[in-house]
Nanobody, 124 residues
Framework: QVQLVESGGGLVQAGGSLRLSCAAS????????MGWFRQAPGKEREFVAT????????NYANSVQGRFTISRDNNKNTVYLQMNSLKPEDTAVYYC?????????????????WGQGTQVTVSS
């Protein structure tokens, strides 16, 4: 069965860094953009970043622009989210998702496959 497996979450102090990974079986990411979302307690799921199938075209939420970097290794069927200069407001469960098309978007409803989520906690 098709699934996304996330890893790399944890506890870090403000100003620190974490690298999240999202892996899947072969061909799962083919012809699809990929994205990262996050959800804090009591809030709706929020767009973080997306990357296109080819060309590495990326898009970021204003809140993480300049601090986070999304990338992908298609040979390894893996998507990454490098998070630097972390702030307490970045604390959330982070989800990896597969878009229904090749370019991606910030709309959660356009993603058709989701990971289980990994907790990121940033202390003050």
């Amino acid at each position: 069965q098709v699934q996304l497996v996330e890893s790399g979450g944890g506890l870090v102090q403000a100003g620190g860094s974490l690298r999240l990974s999202c892996a899947a079986s072969g061909r799962t990411f083919n012809n699809r953009a990929m994205g990262w979302f996050r959800q804090a307690p009591g809030k709706e799921r929020e767009f973080v970043a997306t990357i296109s199938w080819i060309g590495g075209v990326t898009n970021y939420a204003n809140s993480v622009q300049g601090r986070f970097t999304i990338s992908r290794d298609n040979n390894k069927n893996t998507v990454y989210l490098q998070m630097n200069s972390l702030k307490p407001e970045d604390t959330a469960v982070y989800y990896c998702a597969r878009h229904s098309g090749t370019l991606g978007s910030g709309r959660a409803g356009s993603y058709d496959l989701w990971g289980q989520g990994t907790q990121v906690t940033v202390s003050s």
